[in-house]
DNA sequence: AATAAAATTTAGGTTTACCTAAAAATTATA
DNA sequence: TATAATTTTTAGGTAAACCTAAATTTTATT
């Protein structure tokens, strides 16, 4: 079965969508695609045709197990090529998203195929995001926001989520990225700002929007 | 300037077909493209607006030197990726065309800088056709027709050319590939074919068909 | 529960890239 | 050189994926 490039990144958005607020809206939906809510109802009646969506007129929706399969290849194809970018070509994590959603729609399996064994069939992508495998399996590990993880307990970054800002140069800065070891020495209720500590290094201030997009195993 | 995926198509099918017949004609690259002529026709005054192409109603046209440059981006990026394909992901040459036809219109420019570093900036791609480097300069080397070398030289083959067909199992048979140093001992007029003697190897019979799609360096 | 607000869908357009069939221009042939 | 054949263009249509504005349905509020 084929699925347009527009249908793949409309599939893709729900399944984000869904992994966060369980069934989706019209409007989220075209929030999120950058898209008006009418343009949205009609790729949802060509979606329902093709049994993708679970769809009611003025309802909320979600995909179809069929739906879901297609959404976790096209996001094993985006992370794959994230990871071939910044692993093999040299990209840095916060400038590869734009490019792999472009090669995420190269068709061929037998390429993806290769692609995974060639990377060593990676399970996290640079953002710290889990690459599903061939079947479409996730390997989930607890990603704990920096904010809520407990005081003075050494934790390790495992996740990064750039929105689009500039964190990127703050965390250079700070020479934090994924595998980096700190702890939280302290938290200023007052702007949300955390003192951490990283190894061989004198505490420094991260502030809290910072510290919101670092996710951590304890 | 942005150029949509079927422009890039018509800039790099018009590319072609002037590299080989100097002007190209609607019918032609309506027949290169899988289009009927009026769709060209309509293509080409998009083009000519873009200032793509030297065109007047009813007469043959070609690229400009704009649509030049264009068509030896979309080139170069279509080759490099072949030759990523096969020299990394361990495709065989005849599998990839398909592959880079889809992965040649992604838009980035560092992608393809990082790409050519990546796979130390290859002059030529796994069919022996020259990649054009970042200026859109192409190494040209003669490619002499197998059938149309001297008889009882050593040549060493530098490109094949597979039609779509099955040509790439013979040559397999045959163990004959880019870089295969051979003689042509004989020519058959009757039917075309070669008698070949490659190293170590008893002399082969192949057919003018085959001959016919092997180049090589005298 | 009635009404206001918000969300969603429908109706009717647009653009891109195709198409067929008919008309026009060019080229080849008798 | 007139006419036939071929090539190319024009005219008019279609499907995908978008849009705005108006209508409808759902949800929230008084």
Request: aromatic share 8%; charged share 25%.
């Amino acid at each position: 079965m084929y699925f347009s490039e527009s249908e793949e990144n409309y599939i893709k958005e729900i399944y984000h969508i869904q992994s966060v607020q369980g069934m989706v809206s019209t409007n989220a939906l075209a929030g999120a695609l950058g898209a008006r809510a009418a343009s949205v109802t009609e790729m949802l009646k060509k979606l329902q045709k093709k049994k993708l969506v679970h769809y009611k007129p003025y309802k909320n929706f979600s995909l179809t197990e069929l739906g879901n399969r297609v959404a976790l290849e096209v996001v094993r194809k985006h992370r794959l090529w994230e990871y071939f970018l910044v692993h093999k070509l040299g990209f840095s994590w916060h400038e590869v998203h734009d490019i792999a959603e472009e090669m995420e729609h190269v068709s061929s399996r037998e390429l993806i195929q290769r692609l995974d064994h060639y990377l060593g069939s990676p399970a996290f992508d640079p953002h710290g995001d889990p690459i599903p495998d061939k079947n479409g399996k996730l390997k989930i590990i607890k990603q704990n926001r920096l904010t809520e993880v407990p005081l003075r307990k050494w934790v390790i970054v495992n996740a990064l989520k750039e929105q689009g800002g500039h964190m990127h140069q703050l965390l250079k800065h700070y020479d934090i990225h994924i595998g980096t070891k700190l702890k939280v020495n302290k938290k200023f209720d007052f702007d949300g700002s955390l003192e951490i500590k990283m190894d061989k290094q004198t505490p420094a201030i991260i502030s809290g929007e910072v510290a919101k997009n670092i996710y951590c195993t304890v």
